[in-house]
């Protein structure tokens, strides 16, 4: 919390009208405000603050008492997380302080610190940098640039860019304040320890880890030489925790949130709040290594401690969430969907149903909703959310783009492909505006932009909004991180999809180098990466070396997840097409079989992926005649995805054909040529005539008319095609 400014009652004067036994009686109700304010009693301490204030400026709305109750006042409502209400007072108090005391006077920056805090937690970062680097600047002109104000000022303009994901900009400052630390306090002062640590959080946000580590490491080692109390190791700890984790050092991260859960519970007790942050630290490092059973049991404990303590808490409601996540990740939707949805009840309660993070429940659910093909309930959760943000933060501000980005990905789910892209490009436009053309969030928006283009085939537009959000992740996350991977994934597949394979090759090869750089061999992403490249083998006709690249992938994700995983069925799925090229059924069909077997098991028989399943097995059985069988197999799959996408969605499209082709192999032509021609009617709705898809429906009539001997329908379709 920070430092209360106690308020000091002027003696005389134009500005002390009222009687001394009023004024006497005013100061003593500001102490008890300072006093509940120190006791964390915030509500009270407010109710105190505005009594004083109102006598305060009855008396002279522009004195130095009503300066300070009003930034007090601020405080206290800061501290309760009211934020917009907090800004007013900073905003009332400033202009008087600045007057009575002058602009550079200390308490007057001090409240200028204040109002950019309250900003900053609104999201409006712009005005929050301005304040902040007006005070920088106050503090170099008149402390000089090395005096400890100046380097905390320096500090709170690196953390504000920091916010904005600006963080080549932020470790500029964050730089100044390790050097002048260790210039004015020396290499081993505790002070610099903690700005070591700021600094290293800044580089493990960039994936420098080869850099942010060791910082963190010297960090503790200043403080262990200073015989600090466990207690501030135990912070240091967690920071170390998180980058170890960030690089995908699971043990490791493991052992040392292990060690401040130990710390915590010996210092401050089982019961203990602090104790709670660290079991959820464990449980979820723990969750990271795939043993989400394991993790559930320590987000169990934190939030008993949680409801003991704090009872229908925003704390509380996380805990709720993080129990939830658990079976989210087993794939156990029905099972997870409860605990949001009490989370939501508790955010409601205590925040009210317009609050900001009653939206973040609301958008959970949803994804609860799609993950069980719910798609329209979630879309109406979504809507909901968006309203709350939208009167929350104003139509126009960041704060609304990720529930856009939310629903337009659930209207791609839902093939709305229109809907959609205007709902991301909605997003796009909020983000450019308060956050820049360059900040992270728009290099993810214009990959969602990509991602409805390659949907519908529009791969030389999807081509183009890719090579933008490269571009802006390189530039702020520099060429070797994560997200820079990934959209280098992104930009490769849209090329690989125009067949510009050598193109696409270096872009997937760096993925993978960046991917097994930071986070080694043993990752999920590490195995999508050699998935793509063994891909992209596949469709030039390497065949062994596609079916070796998908089997390297497919031990990585069984090691990491287990044999019977849902995380394997990407590799299991591919490795089996990879086979049937080289025509090696029996394995390609047993694999698809035991994929089959994993999704029903994890999803049940009504969910899509479970119909892709059956699909898959189907296509097994094609080349080896077994028509009937693969038959079957279709009509299961159609029959999921009529029941949960409706009878339109291009997914209805894609299964017609296989059936077609099924029905045709048993000389049911008839059959055939309806369920073709109803695939080419919906995906010319759906994708327009255009497209890849449609044309390729097109070719599947033309082909089913040559062999109904209609040589003329067969020829215009042909022509289509084309």
């Not at 109102?54 to 130095?64: E, K, T």
């Not at 030489?225 to 995908?248: I, K, M, N, W, Y």
């Not at 070797?480 to 690989?496: D, G, K, Q, S, V």
């Not at 299991?572 to 994929?595: P, V, W, Y």
Request: proline share 3%; with cysteine.
């Amino acid at each position: 919390m920070r430092t209360i400014l106690i308020l000091c009652l002027l003696a005389g004067g134009p500005f002390a009208p009222a009687p001394a036994l009023a004024q006497t009686d005013t100061s003593q109700i500001v102490e008890a405000g300072n006093a509940e304010l120190r006791a964390g009693r915030y509500a009270e301490a407010e109710r105190l603050y505005r009594q004083a204030l109102a006598v305060y400026q009855a008396l002279d709305p522009n004195s130095q008492n009503t300066g300070v109750a009003l930034n007090n006042l601020g405080l206290a409502l800061e501290n309760q997380r009211k934020f917009a209400e907090a800004e007013q007072a900073y905003l009332a108090a400033h202009p008087i302080r600045a007057r009575v005391l002058g602009a550079d006077h200390a308490d007057t920056l001090g409240t200028l610190i204040n109002l950019a805090d309250a900003q900053q937690g609104q999201s409006k970062f712009a005005p929050a940098e301005t304040n902040f680097r007006t005070v920088l600047a106050a503090r170099e002109r008149t402390l000089g640039a090395e005096h400890a104000d100046t380097l905390i000022a320096a500090g709170r303009v690196a953390s504000v860019l920091q916010a904005q994901a600006r963080y080549r900009d932020a470790e500029a400052f964050y730089r100044r304040l390790v050097v002048g630390r260790e210039k004015t306090l020396g290499p081993s002062h505790v002070e610099t320890a903690y700005a070591l640590r700021a600094l290293a959080g800044n580089l493990t946000e960039q994936s420098r880890f080869a850099e942010s580590e060791p910082l963190i490491r010297r960090a503790i080692g200043i403080l262990e030489a200073a015989r600090r109390p466990e207690v501030d190791l135990a912070s240091f700890h967690t920071s170390l925790g998180v980058a170890l984790s960030r690089q995908g050092k699971f043990a490791d991260a493991e052992t040392t949130y292990r060690k401040v859960l130990e710390i915590r519970e010996r210092l401050s007790g089982s019961g203990s709040a602090e104790t709670a942050v660290a079991l959820n630290n464990v449980g979820t490092v723990v969750s990271r290594a795939g043993r989400y059973a394991e993790a559930e049991g320590y987000y169990r404990r934190a939030l008993a401690i949680y409801e003991k303590a704090l009872g229908d808490h925003l704390s509380t409601a996380r805990a709720i969430d993080n129990i939830g996540g658990t079976y989210t990740s087993r794939s156990m939707y029905k099972e997870a969907e409860p605990y949001f949805r009490r989370a939501l009840a508790m955010r409601e309660k205590v925040g009210g149903p317009w609050h900001p993070d009653t939206a973040g429940s609301l958008t959970q659910i949803a994804d609860v909703l799609e993950a069980q093909s719910r798609y329209k309930e979630a879309e109406d959760l979504i809507r909901r959310a968006l309203g709350i943000r939208e009167k929350a933060f104003g139509a126009g501000h960041s704060g609304i783009g990720g529930a856009l980005l939310s629903l337009g990905d659930n209207l791609t789910t839902q093939a709305r492909y229109a809907e959609a892209e205007a709902a991301f490009r909605r997003a796009l436009a909020v983000f450019e505006k308060g956050l820049g053309s360059e900040h992270p969030d728009v290099g993810v928006t214009l990959g969602r932009i990509g991602g409805v283009y390659e949907t519908q085939g529009k791969y030389a537009l999807a081509e183009a909004e890719f090579r933008q959000g490269l571009a802006i992740a390189e530039k702020v996350y520099g060429a070797e991180h994560l997200t820079t991977a990934w959209a280098a994934r992104n930009l490769a597949r849209a090329l690989r999809s125009q067949g510009k394979y050598a193109a696409a090759d270096p872009l997937y090869r760096r993925a993978l180098a960046i991917r097994q750089n930071v986070l080694g061999l043993e990752a999920s992403a590490t195995a999508d990466s050699i998935g793509d490249i063994a891909g992209l083998a596949n469709e030039r006709g390497d065949y062994d070396e596609a079916v070796a690249g998908y089997r390297r992938a497919l031990a990585i994700d069984e090691k990491v997840h287990g044999r019977d995983h849902v995380f394997t069925l990407g590799a299991l799925d591919s490795l089996a097409d990879g086979l049937e090229n080289l025509a090696q059924f029996a394995e390609a069909e047993a694999l698809h079989r035991r994929s089959l077997a994993i999704r029903e098991k994890a999803y049940g028989p009504d969910h899509p992926s479970t119909a892709w399943g059956y699909s898959y097995a189907g296509d097994d059985l094609m080349p080896q005649a077994r028509f009937a069988e693969a038959e079957t197999l279709y009509r299961k799959a159609l029959a999921v995805h009529e029941r949960l996408h409706g009878p339109e969605h291009p997914n209805v499209a894609t299964l017609s054909i296989d059936l077609a082709y099924a029905l045709a192999r048993q000389d049911r032509l008839d059959e055939a040529a309806g369920a073709v021609m109803r695939a080419l009617s919906i995906r010319a709705k759906a994708l327009g005539p255009e497209h890849p898809s449609t044309a390729w429906a097109a070719n599947g009539v033309a082909w089913i008319r040559e062999r109904q001997k209609n040589h003329v329908d067969s020829e215009q379709h042909a022509r289509r095609a084309l």
